[in-house]
Each structure stands twice: as structure tokens, then as C-alpha cells.
């Protein structure tokens, strides 16, 4: 019989992605945002992605320096979906062909 514990969380973290997004969205729809707000809303997502991201600065896992090291540059050229996905490509082939 199949697991399905995965499923499961999956499914419970999407639920709970979709209920902060619509709470914040009714909560806030009729308020008046100043810029401040705005800029703290618009920084918001990058400072989860480096909170991910940090671990990886300390590993010691050449794999997953190196694929860091590939990613900034690329950030540096690039907008930010195709550095996400050349990101999980890069760090994929260089786990693969490297020793941890």
C-alpha cells in the first residue's frame, strides 16, 4: 500500500500558501497601503528566498557552491524565473557529477 503522508503535506501546504494569500487579500483589500508597506511587501519574497538560499553559502559541498556561485552571476543578467530554473538545472548536474 502506498504512503500517503507526501501527498498529504503537500496538499496541507498548499492549502495553507492559498489561505495567507486570500487572508492578507481580504484583510487589506479596502486599507490604504503607504510606501513603506509596499516596500516591505515587495522585499518580502526575496528575503524567503535567501532564508533558503544561506544554508548553502556554509555546506561545504563544492556541488553546491559552485551552482551558487553560477546562480548570483546569473542573477546579475537575468530576471527572475529563468534563474530559478537555471538554477535547479545547474545545482541538479552538478550533484550528479560531483562527490558530496
Known amino acids: 500500500m502506498m504512503d500517503i503522508t507526501p501527498l498529504v503535506t503537500i496538499l496541507g501546504m498548499a492549502v495553507v500558501t492559498y489561505l495567507t494569500r486570500i487572508l492578507g487579500f481580504l484583510l487589506l483589500r479596502k486599507?490604504?497601503?503607504g510606501p513603506q508597506f509596499t516596500q516591505v511587501l515587495e522585499?518580502?519574497?526575496g528575503c524567503v528566498l535567501i532564508a533558503v538560499i544561506a544554508?548553502?553559502?556554509v555546506s561545504g559541498h563544492p556541488a553546491d557552491l559552485i551552482a551558487?556561485?553560477?546562480t548570483v552571476f546569473a542573477?546579475?543578467?537575468y530576471s527572475f524565473f529563468p534563474v530559478v530554473v537555471f538554477a535547479i538545472v545547474v545545482t541538479a548536474a552538478l550533484r550528479t557529477a560531483l562527490p558530496s
Open 75 to 77: 542573477a546579475t543578467r
Open 31 to 33: 486599507r490604504a497601503m
Open 55 to 57: 544554508p548553502k553559502f
Open 43 to 45: 522585499a518580502a519574497p
Open 68 to 70: 551558487l556561485g553560477l
